[in-house]
């Protein structure tokens, strides 16, 4: 591996892990980060929490610190987009007018934002958040006493919601379908965030799509299918991301929603390997093909990513968790719930704070929504990684010990 050189292109979790794992694993040779971001690569998750709410500041953010990369032997070109990709020659355009040659190349580009393309989508007020820019905008322009209007009720939306609320200002959220949440929750933990975020003081209209923003200088209101005007003075866009797969689909590289991975995280070139958001890779504790974005995905795919350049193949086995953090509550979610026909409730979903929702298919249990309930979390991540199912009607039964459900399993 000496005087090879390996190139990972991305700011992300998953390039952060892969350069420190290269090391790990024992890669000699140089290592070159390419990042298109002006800061080394940096936690997301508290863009739209924490950081946004002025809990934390920017270098409390950094994955690592600079000296950090310093010490692995780690060249980071920041600000720099690689504009092409040259396969047969193995060589990266750059940005800068600059050129890179690798031996080893690695895509960990993450995903973008899904945007608008309404009319007064480009109106100053009009924001999007993805980024450290992104949440800086948003701060900037939040006031107490203002009037922030969310466009999509996901996890992002939701969780901005809370976040501005704390800053003082008037909240409504915007989603197109009958309920918030609705692509990855189960109906009981969309009525309990709708009723929490109501306690919280916060207006949600479902069933309603938006149809232009409005406004001369600056965004002052968001029009509704329905034909009512919601005024504003922020509007925050969180209707999804896009893997970023363009610079692997002008390369050449196999792309279906995400680009496509073996389970070593290789591309369909065996030089390259991907990790994170950007991936579509083949999960066989669920027997499918999913894309995932989560900060676990992108670090466990980065070590598996990692090995795989250094020659050591291990196939990538994890189990899928997220979590979201909104007002007092932790949301912690273990495994996947696409493909349930059940619903088991721990808990008062219809009151207080604090339940878990186990999500069936048939006698097998496939996920779990644990709201402030580590317990309930941490035992069921346990067994579905050991591919067990404890009985529904026993977890239903707040009587039954919890401990003694999965012990006897």
């Not at 090391?23 to 800061?39: F, H, K, N, P, Y």
């Not at 991975?261 to 066989?284: F, K, L």
Request: net charge negative.
């Amino acid at each position: 591996m000496a005087g090879e050189h390996c190139v990972v292109i991305g700011g992300s979790h998953a390039a952060s892990h892969l350069v420190v794992n290269l090391r790990r694993e024992g890669w000699q040779g140089d290592i070159t980060l390419v990042s298109a971001d002006s800061s080394l690569p940096y936690h997301r998750p508290p863009l739209s929490k924490e950081y946004l709410t002025g809990e934390r500041n920017p270098e409390e953010l950094l994955l690592r610190p600079a000296s950090a990369y310093d010490k692995l032997e780690v060249r980071a070109l920041l600000n720099c987009t690689v504009n092409g990709i040259d396969r047969e020659r193995k060589r990266l355009t750059l940005s800068d007018g600059g050129a890179l040659n690798y031996s080893k190349l690695a895509l960990a580009t993450g995903a973008t934002v899904r945007k608008l393309t309404l009319p007064g989508t480009d109106l100053p007020g009009v924001l999007y958040l993805r980024d450290l820019a992104d949440s800086d905008a948003i701060k900037e322009q939040a006031r107490s006493g203002g009037k922030a209007v969310i466009l999509g009720g996901g996890y992002i939306g939701l969780e901005t919601a809370a976040s501005l609320r704390k800053l003082g200002m008037q909240v409504t959220v915007l989603e197109v379908l009958p309920r918030i949440l609705q692509r990855v929750t189960a109906e009981q933990v969309s009525k309990f965030y709708s009723r929490v975020h109501a306690e919280e003081g916060v207006a949600i209209i479902t069933n309603v799509g938006v149809t232009a923003i409005e406004g001369a200088d600056r965004a002052t209101a968001v029009v509704c299918s329905d034909s009512r005007r919601i005024a504003a003075d922020l509007v925050v866009v969180g209707v999804g991301v896009i893997p970023a797969t363009g610079l692997a689909g002008d390369a050449g590289l196999e792309v279906d929603n995400g680009i496509v991975v073996d389970p070593y995280a290789r591309t369909s070139d065996p030089d390259i390997v991907a990790a994170g958001d950007c991936t579509n890779h083949y999960n066989p504790i669920y027997g499918r093909r999913v894309r995932l974005e989560s900060v676990q995905n992108a670090t466990d795919q980065a070590k598996c990513a990692a090995k795989t350049l250094c020659g050591k193949l291990e196939d990538y086995h994890s189990l899928p968790w997220f979590w979201s953090d909104q007002y007092d509550l932790k949301l912690q979610i273990a495994g996947l719930s696409e493909g349930f026909d059940r619903v088991v409730i721990r808990g008062d979903a219809d009151k207080g704070r604090s339940f878990a929702a186990f999500y069936y298919s048939g006698a097998r249990l496939l996920a779990v929504d644990a709201i402030n309930r580590p317990r309930e979390y941490m035992l069921t991540r346990r067994a579905l990684m050991a591919g067990q199912s404890p009985s529904g009607e026993l977890l239903a039964d707040e009587s039954a010990d919890l401990k003694q459900i999965f012990s006897d399993l």
